[in-house]
């Protein structure tokens, strides 16, 4: 008896991640679970240099900033509730000092032009399609930061205006590094606040939009759809998959929709390494009853040997 709708995967034939792969990932909260599996199996991950980012317009202004390295000045910044903010970055950045912030802003502009001129791969997560926009500018926003709402208007993107974000963007992409592989993804996370049809609505426009836009990029030229967002609504179709908030993945379902990415992704010397690579992890974070005893003592002689050994294949590889 099959109790469970499967997604058909096909193992990648090309741009497969190993240990030489640089990737760098910016988007929604599938993002932010991604970039901390990658990290901690020590892949070169360069991951949401201006935080969490939602919708493809904001993706599309971080890489079209740094396609153009054009820097931050005092006219993008502004002070609310006692720190300076930019509206196309998290509050994480916010900052009490005005010069300090700016400095930062304009270090993960060159920070992420670096990392997509190198990358191997390039993750783009969309959220969602409804988007904020700052009625004194005009301009679209990425973060409101509590600013009153009545200076907004909100506003849902429609398919055609994501495919032409889209398609700007992967161009751009392309322009800095023509080799680099783009995977797309839709962040399975229901942005309920925006109420139920609406979610689903804002979801259809980004999965049409990609899709449209794959349809004219084939994976021929680098192009990818990994289904996040049909994994989690077909496959994981239950509440226990869920946190509290009955919204956002919990740590099985991440771990599930990672293990999914692995089967897609991973080569298989890439797969023995990482389960190398996650048992130093786990003796790193081993709590020994007895510190100087001369069993730990030989178990941390073990691990150190094989950190030693790993390193000399991937020299980039600290722990």
Request: charged fraction near 25%; aromatic fraction near 12%.
């Amino acid at each position: 008896m099959k109790l469970q709708t499967t997604i058909p995967l096909e193992r990648r034939s090309e741009h497969l991640l190993d240990y030489d792969a640089r990737v760098v990932l910016i988007g929604s909260c599938f993002v932010e679970h991604i970039g901390e599996k990658l990290a901690y199996y020590k892949f070169q991950a360069f991951q949401n240099p201006f935080g969490i980012v939602f919708h493809p317009k904001s993706v599309e202004t971080i890489v079209a900033r740094s396609f153009s390295k054009i820097p931050y000045t005092e006219e993008a910044v502004f002070e609310h509730n006692g720190l300076w903010h930019c509206f196309d970055a998290h509050s994480k950045w916010s900052s009490a000092s005005k010069s300090d912030f700016i400095h930062n802003l304009n270090q993960q502009v060159h920070k992420t032009a670096e990392h997509l001129r190198n990358a191997t791969h390039v993750i783009l997560t969309l959220g969602t399609a409804w988007v904020y926009r700052y009625l004194k500018t005009n301009a679209l926003v990425a973060n409101c930061h509590k600013v009153p709402q009545k200076e907004f208007r909100k506003e849902l993107l429609s398919i055609a205006s994501v495919v032409h974000s889209l398609r700007y963007t992967t161009d751009l992409i392309k322009a800095m590094n023509p080799n680099t592989a783009v995977i797309l993804t839709v962040s399975p996370v229901r942005h309920i606040k925006d109420g139920f049809v609406e979610n689903t609505r804002s979801k259809a426009h980004l999965i049409a939009a990609i899709h449209e836009l794959l349809s004219s990029q084939p994976e021929s030229k680098g192009f990818y759809y990994f289904p996040s967002y049909e994994i989690m609504l077909d496959e994981l179709r239950d509440y226990r998959f869920f946190k509290e908030d009955l919204v956002h993945p919990n740590t099985t379902a991440i771990a599930y929709i990672w293990d999914k990415f692995k089967t897609v992704w991973m080569e298989e010397d890439t797969l023995k390494t990482m389960t190398d690579i996650e048992a130093i992890q786990k003796g790193l974070a081993h709590k020994p009853f007895h510190p100087d005893s001369e069993a730990h003592q030989k178990f941390l002689r073990k691990l150190e040997q094989k950190k030693m050994t790993l390193q000399q294949r991937y020299p980039h590889l600290s722990f």
